[in-house]
């Protein structure tokens, strides 16, 4: 048996009780993670924000009920956007990445007075439904055509939503229209994510409020999903001294808070 031979033998049952090992340890260090303290955190990032985070989510509870399911796609930007409409009423709000329309038609809810402009792919571009995903690991949409049919008839349940196919990079040639708020949920890949801030950062009011989904702080090596070019981007506009920023949590479970290189974040910004 040559060395090649005695290494591989010793390396096969390390590599198959690693992951054991690594669950066990995933599962000590989120046992460390105090819902309390989370709650106790949120409540301060809110109140750097002048918002009142325990009022959101008492009223997000009651409209949809508790959120306990991990894996689910709401998060804490219901009680961000719930929190806001407590300070404040705007009168144009665009969305950039409409997907199933459940975060539309929510805004629709706590924002009745508004018009609200909400932006998706058609469904032909290869990215639709798909651009959390770097090009490389993307693999075929599996959205079908009775998702659309029931995204359609959610929107079409509000008056006060206009829904329009487009890319968004085509905001760049936009000029006269504004908006008081701002979420960006759309692309989340280099360069569409940074094309996005720049732009919403461009069509906010002067007192607007721009909102973006899913912000990595650290180097997302080898991940097919979002990366953290979005923070880096955001963070140069601050250092740059043109906004304000802010982040909240994303969301409040001990599993998506236990590592910091795994936490993720919403972030708001402001001009200057």
């Known amino acids: 048996m040559n060395l090649v031979e005695v290494l591989k033998k010793i390396w096969r049952p390390i590599y198959r009780n690693r992951r054991p090992i690594k669950r066990l340890i995933r599962k000590w260090k989120v046992s460390k993670v105090k819902q309390s303290a989370l709650e106790a955190e949120q409540t301060q990032r809110f109140a750097d924000l002048g918002l009142d985070w325990q009022l959101a989510r008492s009223e997000v509870e009651k409209m949809l009920g508790k959120n ?15 929190a806001y409409s407590k300070k404040f009423q705007p009168k144009k709000i665009l969305e950039i990445g409409t997907a199933e329309g459940d975060f539309t038609v929510f805004l629709a809810r706590v924002f009745p007075e508004a018009e609200i402009e909400t932006i998706d792919l058609p469904q032909t571009d290869e990215r639709f439904w798909n651009a959390t995903v770097s090009r490389d ?3 075929a949409s599996s959205v079908t055509n009775s998702d659309i049919a029931a995204r359609d008839k959610k929107l079409g349940q509000h008056e006060n939503v206009q829904f329009r196919e487009a890319n968004s990079i085509s905001l760049t040639f936009q000029e006269s229209k504004k908006y008081d708020l701002i979420w960006v949920d759309g692309d989340h890949t280099y360069p569409i994510v940074s094309i996005d ?6 069509l906010l009011n002067a007192n607007g409020v721009l909102g973006l989904d899913d912000i990595y702080m650290t180097l997302q090596m080898n991940y097919e999903w979002v990366g953290q070019e979005s923070f880096e981007t955001l963070d140069y506009f601050k250092e740059s001294g043109l906004v304000d920023l802010k982040f909240v949590l994303k969301k409040l479970f001990p599993e998506k808070n236990y590592d910091r290189k795994s936490q993720k974040f919403i972030a708001v910004a402001r001009r200057i």
């Open 68 to 82: 306990l399911d991990l894996s689910s796609h709401r998060s804490e930007h219901y009680e961000l956007m719930m």
């Open 197 to 202: 801030i720049a732009n919403a950062l461009r």
């Open 137 to 139: 690991g993307m693999s």
